[in-house]
């Protein structure tokens, strides 16, 4: 699954809108913020703070070394 699609499933899931996200972020505009997404040039502490808004965490785990 694209990255992109991830993004935006999560934000859907939680209830919200790319709007209601941008606005929260103090983003400049929700299509600045979409585009980003799409492209795959969002920053990852613009990542946090998106996943911060809508309710969930970034965390790290060792991948099973198998």
């Known amino acids: 699954?694209?990255?992109?699609?991830?993004?935006?499933?999560?934000?859907?899931?939680?209830?919200?809108?790319?709007?209601?996200?941008a606005e929260k972020m103090g983003h400049s505009s929700v299509q600045n913020l979409s585009q980003k997404i799409s492209r795959g040039t969002l920053k990852y502490s613009e990542l946090k703070l998106i996943l911060d808004v809508i309710g969930y965490k970034v965390e790290f785990k060792k991948a099973d070394e198998s």
């Open 1 to 21: 699954m694209k990255i992109k699609n991830e993004i935006k499933g999560l934000i859907y899931t939680a209830g919200y809108t790319l709007s209601d996200v």
